[in-house]
């Protein structure tokens, strides 16, 4: 555990508000649909800019502070670009037009922030007080990675989602389109469909992190690298989310990769009491299982992509 003060803490986060001020204020100042290119170029900045971070935590903390982080850092990368896919299946479902999802994304990568906090706390706490937590956190992840292994498909249908149901109960809505999440008629405010797409992008994200947390804890149970491993990796998924867009179809092993990966840290977590599996190791694991699919998943769409042609 590192001994972090309160102000490490508050400089940390005064940090980060002035990052998603510079991401709303200079790079996406006006709404609009990033290019492959620009997307790829802020995708590049965001991951530079944890990589430094990661440089500083070796400076500050040691070699194996640094290696917490970057298997962290990578591990929740990895996993948040599995929900991007989400994402865009639930911009599709509610025929968001494309300039208008980064704004979405931004608050919704806001509200992320402030559940990971919670969540990453609840569970540090979970674990200091009970140690068969580790247990429970590890089956879960276990069956989860074998779930994704064996259910891989993604569909989001908005007319059978309950949480979408229960607020469209109780909270009064406007259904037209607007590029506002609130609008005002005749002196009272109303929700738009904008803010159903916000709520689902949320409720994803809480569904998702109770499987990503649990898994950052198998790698280290210092508070600080969880959170900041974590931030780092859900700061720059607007870039990566407009560079995923147009590669969604290619990336068909993914989600086998993940489960591998999944049940593997489960694993890890649940042994972790008789049996120490050293960070590089893991760290070398998570490595190798993304490029095997990635290079499959490549490789297995080029195929389908020629056999079409040659029709």
């Known amino acids: 555990m590192t001994s972090v003060t309160p102000t490490t803490w508050i400089i ?37 800019i944890a990589l430094c971070f990661n440089v500083g935590v070796y400076f500050w903390f040691g070699p194996q502070k640094a290696t917490e982080f970057l298997t962290g850092f990578i591990l929740e990368e990895s996993l948040s670009v599995d929900n991007l896919f989400i994402f865009i299946l639930i911009f599709k479902a509610f025929k968001v037009q494309r300039h208008i999802h980064h704004k979405v994304l931004f608050y919704g990568i806001l509200g992320a922030i402030i559940f990971r906090f919670i969540f990453i706390f609840v569970g540090s706490t979970l674990l200091g007080q009970f140690t068969w937590m580790f247990y429970v956190f590890g089956g879960f992840l276990v069956f989860t990675g074998i779930k994704i292994m064996f259910n891989h498909d993604k569909k989001f249908d908005p007319e059978n989602s309950a949480t979408l149901k229960f607020v469209q109960k109780y909270l009064p ?29 949320e409720t994803s994200d809480i569904v998702f992190a109770v499987d990503s947390i649990p898994a950052i804890f198998a790698i280290t149970r210092d508070p600080f690298i969880v959170f900041t491993s974590n931030i780092f990796a859900i700061m720059g998924l607007r870039s990566i989310y407009f560079v995923l867009e147009n590669l969604m179809d290619r990336f068909v092993y993914l989600s086998y990769g993940l489960g591998v990966i999944l049940t593997y840290i489960g694993i890890k977590m649940t042994i972790m009491e008789w049996a120490h599996i050293p960070i590089a190791i893991s760290l070398g694991v998570i490595f190798v299982v993304l490029a095997i699919t990635i290079l499959a998943s490549l490789y297995k769409t080029r195929k389908s992509d020629l056999s079409t042609q040659s029709y």
Do not use: C
């Open 12 to 48: 940390f986060l005064l940090f980060v508000f002035l990052l998603l001020v510079f991401d709303l204020g200079v790079l996406n100042r006006k709404a609009h649909a990033p290019k492959m290119k620009e997307a790829i170029l802020w995708s590049i900045m965001w991951i530079s």
């Open 173 to 201: 809505f406007d259904l037209a389109p607007s590029e506002k999440f609130t609008i005002t008629q005749n002196g009272k405010r109303y929700f738009t469909p904008l803010f159903l797409v916000l709520l689902a992008i």
